[in-house]
Structures are given as C-alpha cells and as structure tokens.
C-alpha cells in the first residue's frame, strides 16, 4: 500500500517513545505522575453541565447542526464586549471551531497554496506548524529567547522572508514558553503584518491564565487587528470543556467566511447540546473562571517552589496552565533529562525540543494534576536523588 506523503509529518516521535516507557513502569508497579499532556482534569461549572444535560434530553437536538446557531454567535459577541470590550458583528465575524487545536489544523487549507510561507514561533504549539504541513506551507520559524522576554523579534525577520510570508501565527499568553505580550508589541505586530500584508492568526488560549499581573487581553483590542488577522479563543481551559470541542475563529469578516466555508464542506457543525453549553458557559455566572485561575495559579506555586526548594530552581511562571523550566546542570540534552525524570522519579513531563530547536534545554510542565499528586511528584523526585 502507498500512503499520502503528507503523513510523513506525523512521523514516530517522542511522545511514542515516553509512552511506552510509561506504560512499561506501570505494569512494573511504579506510579507515575504523568503532566506531559495539557488535558486539564478541572470540570465545567455545573450550570453548563445542566445546560448540556437539557438539551441532551431533547430528541430535536440530534439533527445536524448545519451551522452555528445564530444565539451561538450572539452569545460570542456579548462575551467579547463584557471580558475584552470588543465589538463585534455576529453575523459575520465569528465561526464556531470543533476546538482551537481544529480551526489550527485546518486554518492554512483556507489561506494559502502548495509552497507559500508560513511564519510559526519557534518553540511553539505543534499544530500551528502542523497545520501549515498539511497544506503544503513552508515554514520559517521565528525564535522566541528568554532575553527577549519569549516575544518575536520582527527586526529579526530577513526582508524577503516578510515580503513571501502568507500568514503567521502569534500565541499570548504562550504556550510553551508561558510569557505574556505588552501592548506594545501588539502594535508592532500589526504594523508588520500591514506593511508586509501578512495575515496574523493569534492564539488565545489563555487570556484568563494570567496569575500576577492584570488580566490578559485580546488581539481584538488593538487598533488595526481586525484588518490583518484573527484570534482564536477555546473554551477547554477556561470552562473546563476541553472534551466537548469547542473553540471560535473571531475577527476579520473575510477570512472568517473563508474558514466557515472550508468547515462547511468538511463537517455538519457542532452538535447542539454542545452549542448550548457554550452558551451558558460564556454568558452564565463567570466566577467558575476565577476559580480555575485560582487552582492553577495554587498548582503553580507548589510546583515552582516545591522543587526549587529541593534543588532545581524554576522561577514561577506568568501565566497559562504549563511551567516552562531550564533542565537542571548535568544532563546533555531536554530529552535525556525527561526520561531520567521519568524512569528514577515516576514523573512525565514533556522535553522542549519537542516544541522546536529553540525548546532545546528546557522541558513544559502541565499542571494537570490536583496539588496532592504535585506534592507528591516533587517528593518522589527528591528521593530519586537525580537533583544533585
Ligand atoms: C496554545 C493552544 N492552542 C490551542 C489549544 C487547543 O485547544 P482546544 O481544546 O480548543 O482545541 C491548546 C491546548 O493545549 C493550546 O495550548
């Protein structure tokens, strides 16, 4: 049998490797703390669990969904204008997504062509280079570095690469790298992309995860973003309803057509329940979202201070539900370190490299366990005697 080329970007990676070696120490006894994965264990608020329940109940709601539903999208506005004092048209700027992790797959398929550049951070999410592979992009990484507080340095980006590239993809609060983005550097962002004429897609997984600071914001709150680009925005983390899939591409009106025109000949919309409780969620009783940031905000603080105190040094990060740290001294590589931490201290975390080149060196954290199994992962690590 021959396979599609296009799989080829999916090849064997670590994520397979520390798996079985996971599940190898299970069987052997071992209990290991697994916070390799960003699949947050915080459940949604009971009002939208009612609200999905109810409509469940309704034998109407199993029909296709078709599109979104036009009390979907009004919600969506109400949501934006409250948290971010966006406008926006509900009629044309918003698209519902099966999850950001699918508009971020698929996004590219609607904004470019076999061989066009994409620009993508360096760490960055997986699938904002992914996607751009499966349609046929070709990638320029733009390196985020500690000195540069994680942000992208356009001064750094050659003349010819701005003048090639289609589209790049921006993420604040960051994942992996957890910094945030001032102001300013919105404002350089979209005077870049207007003078290259380069479509900006940002990321915005996290804006309620920001722990010291004030509270994050949106692309959309900044003169000129609508006429370059848009933002997605996921419910997962901030409601807890990562498995129900649900996300929104929101912003220019042009480029939202396109993607709704590409997920209409790919999927029959969202199931309705699932409509219902994002609903609920975005105009519902919103102190579930301040507890969520409590709890990882909690999470963060036993774990940073936790194993600073036994020895590795990992200062507190600013924000999203990841501890980005700098492998200890002694070992070669983010990878070598990730299986020692592994294999003597039961604990799973995932080693930088994995996010890109400039990952190397450091290894993300998720914090997707309750501050009892951190405690405990900080415990078993100490007397796994791998801190020297
Ligand atoms: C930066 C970023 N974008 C998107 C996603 C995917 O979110 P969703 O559950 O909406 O697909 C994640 C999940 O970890 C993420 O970290």
Redesign the pocket.
């Known amino acids: 049998m021959q396979f599609s080329k296009r799989m080829n970007h999916f090849g064997e990676n670590i994520f397979t490797t520390l798996l079985s070696m996971k599940q190898e120490l299970e069987t052997s006894g071992t209990k290991v703390i697994d916070l390799s994965i960003?699949a947050p264990n915080i459940p949604p608020a009971q009002h939208v669990i009612d609200a999905l329940v109810e409509a469940a109940k309704d034998p109407d709601n199993y029909i296709y969904a078709i599109k979104d539903l036009e009390e979907l999208h009004e919600a969506v506005a109400a949501w934006y204008q409250r948290r971010y004092q966006v406008k926006i048209d509900p009629a044309q700027e918003v698209v519902s997504?099966l999850?950001?992790?699918?508009g971020?797959a698929h996004f590219a398929l609607s904004m470019i062509d076999e061989g066009d550049l994409v620009l993508v951070p360096d760490p960055c999410?997986p699938?904002f280079g992914d996607g751009p592979l499966i349609a046929g992009a070709d990638l320029y990484p733009m390196k985020l570095r500690k000195e540069n507080q994680y942000l992208i340095d356009f001064d750094e980006i050659p003349e010819e690469i701005a003048r090639k590239a289609r589209f790049m993809v921006v993420?604040y609060p960051n994942?992996p790298t957890t910094a945030t983005a001032p102001p300013e550097f919105y404002d350089r962002l979209i005077a870049f992309a207007k003078k290259y004429d380069i479509i900006v897609l940002h990321?915005n997984?996290?804006s309620e995860l920001v722990f010291d600071t004030e509270p994050g914001r949106s692309f959309l709150e900044y003169p000129g973003a609508r006429e370059v680009g848009v933002e997605?925005n996921?419910?997962?983390?901030t409601y807890g309803l990562?498995g129900a899939?649900?996300?929104f591409c929101i912003g220019n009106a042009q480029i939202v057509a396109q993607v709704a025109k590409l997920k209409s000949n790919m999927d029959y919309g969202m199931f309705l329940p699932i409509q219902k409780a994002a609903i609920a969620a975005i105009t519902g009783d919103q102190s579930c979202v301040e507890k969520t940031r409590e709890a990882y905000r909690r999470r963060r603080d036993v774990f940073c201070d936790g194993f600073t105190e036994i020895g590795w040094k990992i200062d507190r990060c600013p924000a999203t539900m990841f501890v980005w740290a700098k492998i200890p001294d002694g070992f070669a590589s983010s990878e070598e370190f990730v299986k020692t931490l592994l294999v003597k201290g039961g604990v799973l975390v995932t080693p930088g490299s994995a996010f890109g080149k400039s990952g190397e060196g450091y290894v993300r954290i998720a914090l997707v366990k309750d501050e009892e199994d951190i405690r405990l992962a900080i415990r078993q690590v100490k007397e796994s005697g791998i801190l020297k």
Request: charged share 15%.
């Open positions: 960003g997504l999850g950001s992790q699918e971020l999410y699938v993420s994942n990321d997984a996290y997605f996921s419910l997962s983390k990562a899939r649900i996300g």
